[in-house]
């Protein structure tokens, strides 16, 4: 193993074990770190100077990566170089005096309430594979969900008396999250026939499985929900929050609190909810515009 990867390794190991931090948020430093390994082409990760990563961030700009990117690409360097330099293995930190690329605030892609609907019903759930997929939308928009919250929801997380799903989000934090009577409806429909018919008498403790029998990954449920959304004839921009999206966004349109909608989210800082009050002003505006005599 190079000195390089042998330094990514333990600094991804000490963030598991300082910060308790996922697996998706560890593999994304690894990441970035070894994109800047490879363009290095010589040098050792611990050698480079401040000249060295700026060149980098040029090099990415050229490339076509967005300011946001950039921005974050440096955010992983400080951090990894920040755990260098308490470690004693560098005498100086080289993403000290570089500034961050200046990022402007972008609003979420969302969908409306249309939308919404007609991506929900894009599924054919006569199928086994079909009922699981309209299970995993319904549920994934009526509480809100992060995409790898959603494929790792085991039985143990539901309580169906409640009406509500237990999930343990960024952090290891828990929030108890309502999923509503529409969703519920639609697991017990899944549950009662299509997941054993897709299992054929494997077991799994995770609630939305494959035709292979094992758990659903992101990626695979993203390529899913892409193909509906063809189906539906919905021709915006989908990320894997979109759906999340939606939910805050109509939330905070019919009057949700921005706290309770912050607490549902599963956000710690109420000004990464807030950005959904700037959606919500923005439909308010195109209403005013549309239907105001004045507008």
Not at 7 to 22: R, T, Y
Not at 108 to 121: G, I, N, R, W, Y
């Amino acid at each position: 193993m190079s000195e390089s990867a042998n330094s990514i390794e333990i600094f991804l190991n000490a963030l598991w074990l300082e910060h308790g931090l996922s697996e998706n948020t560890l593999a994304a430093y690894g990441s970035d770190l070894t994109q800047f390994d490879q363009w290095l082409k010589g040098s050792s990760l611990p050698e480079v100077c401040e000249n060295d990563i700026g060149l980098f961030l040029l090099y990415r700009q050229k490339q076509g990566n967005s300011s946001r990117s950039s921005a974050r690409m440096l955010s992983s360097l400080r951090r990894f170089y920040g755990y260098l330099l308490r470690e004693n293995q560098i005498a100086t930190d080289p993403t000290l005096l570089i500034d961050a690329p200046h990022i402007g605030r972008s609003l979420p892609s969302s969908l409306t309430e249309d939308e919404v609907e007609q991506l929900l019903q894009a599924p054919e759930t006569i199928h086994p594979l079909g009922l699981r997929d309209r299970t995993m939308l319904e549920l994934l928009y009526a509480a809100g969900l992060r995409v790898s919250e959603l494929v790792e929801i085991t039985f143990q997380q539901i309580n169906f008396r409640q009406g509500c799903i237990r999930i343990t989000g960024k952090g290891e934090k828990e929030r108890l999250v309502p999923i509503g009577e529409e969703a519920v409806v639609w697991l017990e429909r899944y549950l009662a026939g299509g997941r054993q018919d897709i299992l054929a008498n494997r077991q799994s403790d995770y609630l939305f499985v494959t035709a292979r029998g094992s758990c659903m990954t992101r990626q695979a449920f993203w390529h899913i929900i892409k193909r509906y959304a063809k189906q539906a004839g919905i021709e915006k921009h989908l990320s894997p929050h979109t759906l999340r999206h939606a939910f805050a966004t109509h939330l905070l349109n019919h009057g949700a609190d921005l706290r309770v909608v912050q607490l549902l989210l599963g956000h710690s800082d109420l000004s990464t909810t807030q950005i959904y009050t700037h959606i919500a002003q923005h439909r308010l505006k195109e209403l005013h515009t549309k239907f105001h005599p004045r507008g």
